[in-house]
């Protein structure tokens, strides 16, 4: 993006949440929302929420959510995070939300850089606006990965790094993925959605939880939560070929010790995630934490809740999971717990 160039943004309406909760000691009264619309180079738009307190902004928390889901999903966390005196902001990848052009697709060209470009729209607004407060990226599970990325080209904008639902991408099996989704993309292409493709990448995910109530029981242990998840329309799949090539060579991009090095050193990192998620689990999240600490990366730490399954913030002790991640924000950044 140009040096100097600021995203212009559409704000819709702005909605108020009165709320009685109680975290920690601290009481706030009110959540307001913010929706927004910002315009990336080729046209694309890209549409978030924008969640802040009544009161001072002591630090932002941005957002990247993860595969077959959208940002109105965080918005119950939103309020829990607000009621510490922070902003969310989280806006919807391409491909995503009620108003994708495509769902399951990113883009013709360069789609996980496009990926990456909307997020540093993204954080160049919530730099604009709140000048000099530390900015927090938060990614979960697909939206983890967009984070290292982005992170490895903007990381001197953050104050900190959190990875949710994380794993080491495995090179064997990206190339061996790669592959079957160039054949079939070239058999039914870029924007088909192959059946194939959506076994490899979800057939396994169910099976440590047989006899299972649903196909999806692998995200959550809470039952409502997982129904929830069903009944969505912006949730699930299909997912194009050109999506698939878009996420496996992301991955390919940060599956390795070089990698990992772009990021500065001490940039503290948390990864965390449930010790019983399919995608990586405690294997995955502790061979991630591994290699951040053998690349150089001093700050780095990890919390790993047992029986957890893919989506922390909507498990059975997510209050638990929560309330971890804002002790964590405070003890890694002095200057904000202190503001």
């Known amino acids: 993006m140009p040096v100097g160039r600021r995203p212009v943004v559409k704000v819709y309406h702005v909605l108020q949440y009165k709320l009685n909760r109680q975290l920690r000691g601290t009481v706030m009264s009110e959540m307001q929302t913010e929706e927004f619309e910002l315009q990336a180079l080729d046209k694309h738009s890209i549409r978030g929420s924008h969640w802040y307190p009544p009161g001072p902004v002591r630090g932002v928390l941005q957002i990247f959510h993860g595969l077959g889901e959208h940002r109105a999903r965080y918005e119950r966390f939103a309020m829990l995070v607000t009621m510490q005196g922070f902003s969310v902001v989280a806006h919807d990848h391409r491909g995503h939300g009620s108003q994708a052009y495509q769902s399951g ?99 396994d995910l169910n099976k ?85 600490a053998r690349s150089g990366h001093n700050c780095v730490s990890s919390k790993i809740y047992p029986s957890g399954r893919h989506e922390m913030l909507n498990e059975i002790n997510r209050d638990e999971f929560s309330a971890d991640l804002l002790d964590w924000i405070e003890r890694q950044l002095p200057g904000v717990a202190g503001a």
């Open 105 to 203: 697709y990113f883009s013709d060209v360069d789609g996980w850089q496009k990926l990456t470009d909307d997020g540093l729209l993204v954080n160049d607004m919530i730099g604009d606006r709140y000048r000099g407060v530390p900015i927090i990226l938060l990614g979960h599970s697909m939206g983890s990965y967009i984070a290292q990325y982005f992170s490895m080209q903007h990381g001197y904008r953050l104050s900190a790094l959190i990875l949710s639902a994380s794993t080491w991408p495995l090179k064997l099996k990206i190339m061996s993925g790669l592959i079957v989704a160039r054949i079939e993309s070239m058999r039914i292409g870029i924007r088909g959605t192959s059946a194939l493709l959506h076994k490899l990448g979800f057939g």
């Open 208 to 292: 440590p939880f047989s006899p299972s109530r649903t196909e999806l029981d692998w995200l959550s242990r809470d039952e409502a939560e997982v129904d929830a998840y069903i009944s969505d329309p912006f949730c699930g799949g299909p997912y194009t070929c050109g999506l698939w090539i878009d996420l496996l060579r992301g991955l390919k991009s940060i599956a390795a010790d070089s990698a990992l090095r772009a990021i500065q050193g001490n940039l503290p990192i948390l990864i965390t995630g449930g010790a019983d998620d399919p995608v990586g689990g405690e294997r995955g999240m502790t061979e991630l934490t591994m290699r951040y």
